[in-house]
């Protein structure tokens, strides 16, 4: 079946310091979702990209989707203890989501 | 809009008991799901729904039940519990236009004893 796999599995960095996550997957997808999901909290959907080589920023965060819809990318810039959190690709494929298993990131002010 | 509603936030069974978490959305959204999340696991798919009277197993369906009676409620029963169903379960739903987006209950963190 479907695999997405997601790295690193934690990141720490200081506050002010980029962050990057990547996602693979297994087959191609015909979508691909990001998610938030704060310390104690439930995932909240950020994004979803649907294009081959799209490209969507939302603030100081950067989502790229690959050219062969396979893979992805969530790029922050200058973090913020706000940004706290592990961050969950999710991949759609024939009828379901598969998930990544997360990339887990700490600021450290 | 409350969205999605899940009950109980805390629960602790003995092994071998049966109960069951419910969900409810009011947004009018015809796909619902549940999820488990354990530790280094990410999220993984239990059941799903694209509607009243339609489920269908996900990835790790072994142990639980659903049903969909109405577009509203997607209860999960788990019909004799174990240790290893020891989780945080989450309820999604999505709209039929956008049936991959997620929205989540605030999950139910289940311990088995």
Redesign the interface.
Known sequence: GQQVMQIPQYQHVQEGEDFTTYCNSSTTLSNIQWYKQRPGGHPVFLIQLVKSGEVKKQKRLTFQFGEAKKNSSLHITATQTTDVGTYFCAGAGSYQLTFGKGTKLSVIP | NAGVTQTPKFQVLKTGQSMTLQCAQDMNHEYMSW?RQDP??????IH?SVGAGITDQ??VPNGYNVSRSTTEDFPLRLLSAAPSQTSVY?CASSPRS?R????????TRLSVL
């Open positions: 999820y280094g696991m990410g999220l993984r798919l799903y996900g990835e989450f956008e991959y987006i997620q929205y989540f209950g605030a999950g």
